[in-house]
């Protein structure tokens, strides 16, 4: 399982202000747990930052620790999810999902953190 110390971050350079932050990953793969099958899909991040911004190049390298992983689309939606959220502390966070059609069916995955 990737682990999340893969991921950095930077000081929030505005953090008075409450600015919304996007990054898209549309090369994303894992792998089915059931069938072994490759899954491809677009991972977006959206959140709003309080102290950190998470770095590109260590999210990218997180993002392709995946690419073995026998794991379920929401499983993976949710991981991702936890792990940004462990390591920004944002004022908010949501994770999309969005995985190419096999056999006629595409899925969205949405998830949202909040500190517990």
């Known amino acids: 399982m990737p682990d999340p110390k893969i991921l950095q971050s930077f000081p929030n350079p505005a953090p008075g202000r409450g600015y919304v932050i996007e990054h898209t990953h549309h090369e994303f793969t894992s792998v089915c747990p059931m069938t072994g099958h490759p899954d491809f899909g677009s991972i977006t991040v959206r959140y709003v930052a309080d102290r950190k911004c998470v770095e590109l190049k260590s999210l ?41 059609g096999r056999g006629g069916i595409t899925s969205v995955i949405t998830a949202e953190w909040s500190p517990t």
Do not use: M
């Open 60 to 100: 990218k390298q997180y993002f392709h620790a995946y690419r073995n992983e026998g794991i379920f689309f929401e499983a993976v939606t949710n991981k991702i999810c936890d792990d940004l959220g462990a390591v920004l502390r944002p004022r908010s966070l949501t994770v999309i999902s969005e995985w190419r």
